[in-house]
């Protein structure tokens, strides 16, 4: 048995097969497994609880591996996060904030393992890097006049115009990126 009873792993994988093949694996091997279809998915499983260790693919619908792994560097620094990826190539794709990188084709489970043993016996030392926080539910003006807002269902920050709502203390608004309704309070006003 290689992992210990309380690693929990998120994976994150829009291929079933793949979900299938690698959490029947991991779980084989002692580790506690949630999966998830896409980031979307995957963020939803980490409002539910922190998992010590990510695996995530890139490509996938919804919100891609990029795009939900700079959240997870943002919000959840000290989740250690593995990339798997089918690119051909032993090199972390560029722009990806990950600490280690598998290949899927010709998939290697021990190489894997092996990934996820250095990574939770040398847990990565980093905190949140410096950024506006901005929490669900309020809003700040950017320089241009338009409110910067973080949604609580995908977690993603976007911007929309500022437009007065005069006696109107809670306003609305839709995501850019998700399409959830996000209802929000002016910063100044809190």
Not at 27 to 55: C, H, M, T
Not at 135 to 146: E, L, M, S
């Amino acid at each position: 048995m290689v992992g210990q009873q309380n690693d929990r792993v998120l994976l994150v994988d829009d291929e079933p097969l793949v979900r299938k093949f690698i959490s029947g694996y991991l779980v084989a091997a002692g580790y506690v497994v949630r999966v998830a279809v896409d980031g979307l998915d995957a963020l939803e499983k980490l409002r539910a609880g922190l998992p010590d260790l990510i695996i995530s693919d890139l490509k996938m619908p919804r919100m891609s591996g990029f795009e939900f792994l700079d959240v997870v560097r943002k919000r959840f620094p000290q989740i250690p996060v593995i990339v798997i990826s089918a690119d051909a190539t032993d090199e972390m794709p560029e722009g990806v904030a990950a600490d280690a990188h598998c290949q899927k084709s010709g998939f290697g489970c021990e190489q894997l393992l092996q990934a996820m043993r250095d990574l939770t016996t040398k847990l990565p030392l980093r905190t949140a890097p410096p950024h506006v926080d901005i929490k669900p539910t309020q809003a700040i003006w950017d320089r241009d006049g338009n409110y910067t807002i973080s949604c609580e269902d995908c977690l993603r920050v976007f911007s929309v115009p500022r437009v007065f709502h005069k006696g109107q203390d809670e306003k609305s608004t839709t995501c850019v990126h998700c399409g959830k309704v996000v209802q929000f309070l002016d910063a100044k006003d809190t």
